[in-house]
Structures are given as C-alpha cells and as structure tokens.
C-alpha cells in the first residue's frame, strides 16, 4: 500500500511538472508572434537554440558536468534532431505555406503520438481507457483549432511538413525522457542544445548576414527571441522531461493538450486576440479530457521496475 501511495504521489509530481513545462510551451505563439517582427522564420528557430546553448555552456561549466559518454550521444542527437531542427524547421517552412491555425488542426495530435511512441519505443503499460480518453481529448483539439479558423489554408505540402514536425517533436519527447533514466532532466536538454551549436550558430548568423533581419530590430521582437530561447527551448525542458519520467511519458505528454487553450488565453491577454463562446466550450471540453487521461490507473500488471 504505502509503495502504491509512493507511485501515485511520484505521477502527481510529475503530471504538476509536465504541466509546469506545458505552461512555459503555451507562451511560443505570442512570443514567435513578437520575433517575426524583426527576424525570419528560419532564424527564430536557430536563434533561439543558440540563446539556450549560451545559458546552457555556462551552467554546465559552473556545474562541472562532463561530456557526456559516447553510450548516450546517440539519445541526445536523436532528442536534438526534433527539439533544434525538426520541429521548429518543419513548422516554420509549413507556415510559410499555411495558417497557424491549419498547423494546429494537424498538430493537436501530438500528444496522442507521443503515447504511442512511447508505447512502442519503452514498453510503457497504459490502460484502455487512458486511449480513449486520449483519443477524445485529440478530437476536442481538432475541433478547437477548427473553430480557430484552422480548417482554411490547406496545403499538401504543408500537411506533409506539419506531420513530420509532429513526428519529430513527439519522438524528441521520448528519446529525451529516457535519458533522464541516466541524467538529470536539465542537463538532456542543456547538451541538446550544446551539440546543435556548431550547427545553430553559423547558420544563424548566415541569415543574419544575408539580410534576412528587418532593421532597425524593434526591442519587443527582441523581447520574443530571447523569451523563446530562454523559456521555450531551454527551462520549460527542466520541468517536462522530469515531469515526464515521473508520470510515464504517454500519461504525461496528454497534459500537452492544455497549450493550445494556454496559447489562446495568452492571445487574448497579450495580443488582444477575441474568441467565441464555442471556442471556449471546447476548450473546456480539452481540459476535461486531459483530467480524464490523467486520472486512468496504470493497470496492476506492470513490469517489476517502474
């Protein structure tokens, strides 16, 4: 009993922890809204890496962590490939083709992939009824972001960019929450970043010299890098892949659901953004779905480590 109370109190941490990462992600959209100003796409995304490798070297250094062993350099790229390049490459090429709100009908099923990435890559156990309450918790999103005006603006390519971003960030999701089994959560995402410096850096100023930055940069698109860097790719991290091993991935990844009525609450208060009354109800229909998923109990056969 008291190791059943132990279990359930260690996925409550850690669901409030995935949560707590989920809140810093729901600030992206105001905060790219506020780069876009100023800076392209493609340089919002390796720009904001490089922001989080600057703080990350220096917390490594003052930690005196070591290089990690070659053993979990192939996680870490993996995790680096979706968190630094897939997702925010894939997404800023699609919105160049799409709305954001066409973006988010194809993306709320992020979550849902997750869990079923997390299925198949860690053996992770979930009870039927959390796929339900998964599954309705996706739907409630896809009607969300439709009554965001996301059913306009389709493009097959941008379908095809948009669903491998999704792809890419829900495997990023996984590879890096195993590695918290061998590493603090704050240094998975603090060498993520590191390693895609050579990378991140060079092309970052490429753009920057090929003009790609609209001058004079006015102080809120600056305000929107350094935010997106500092909260979106680095410490919102800390808090979700903790709160990830905690929970189990699949469970926690559903709390993910909770962004977009986050990022919409945000675009009402910060870019003076209206909705409707449906809108609202379906947001609430999404936060009673993630209650549910997360609520299901991991079912008693379970494996003898957990």
């Known amino acids: 009993m008291n190791a059943t109370a132990a279990g359930q109190r260690e996925r409550s941490q850690g669901l409030a922890l995935a949560f707590l990462g989920v809140l810093g992600f729901s600030f992206s959209l105001p905060w790219t809204v506020l780069a876009l100003q100023s800076f392209p796409p ?18 490594l250094l003052a930690r005196r962590v070591p290089f990690p062993p070659r053993a979990q350099l192939r996680p870490l790229l993996y995790t680096m490939a979706g968190a630094v390049f897939g997702w925010p490459i894939l997404i800023a090429l699609a919105l160049e083709r799409t709305t954001a709100a066409h973006a988010a ?28 309450a998964a599954a309705a918790g996706t739907g409630a999103l896809v009607v969300f972001a439709l009554l965001r005006g996301g059913g306009e603006g389709g493009d097959f390519v941008a379908d095809l960019l948009i669903a491998g971003a999704v792809v890419a960030s829900s495997w990023c999701y996984v590879e890096g929450a195993s590695l ?10 603090s060498w993520v970043v ?25 102080p809120s698109a600056w305000i929107g890098l350094i935010m997106l860097g500092l909260v979106s790719m680095y410490f919102a991290f800390f808090a979700w892949y903790r709160g990830l091993s905690l929970a189990g991935v699949a469970r926690g990844a559903q709390t993910q659901q909770l962004q977009a009525p986050l990022t919409l609450l945000w675009a ?27 609520s299901v109990r991991v ?7 957990e």
């Open 194 to 218: 590191v390693l895609a410096l050579p990378v991140t850096l060079p092309a970052t100023l490429l753009i920057a010299a090929l003009g790609g930055v609209s001058t004079p940069v006015v």
């Open 180 to 189: 918290t089994r061998v590493m603090p959560g704050w240094q998975v995402v």
């Open 299 to 305: 079912p008693t056969v379970v494996a003898p480590e």
């Open 105 to 132: 009908v194809i993306a709320a099923v992020m979550p849902l992939v997750t869990a079923v990435i997390a299925v198949l890559r860690t053996g992770e156990r979930v009870a039927r009824q959390f796929w339900i």
């Open 42 to 59: 493609l340089m919002t995304a390796m720009g904001r890496a490089v922001i989080a490798a600057a703080v990350a070297i220096v917390i």
């Open 268 to 294: 009402v208060l910060l870019l003076g953004e209206t909705v409707t009354w449906a809108t609202v109800v379906a947001a609430l229909v999404v936060v009673g779905c993630v209650a549910w998923a997360v």
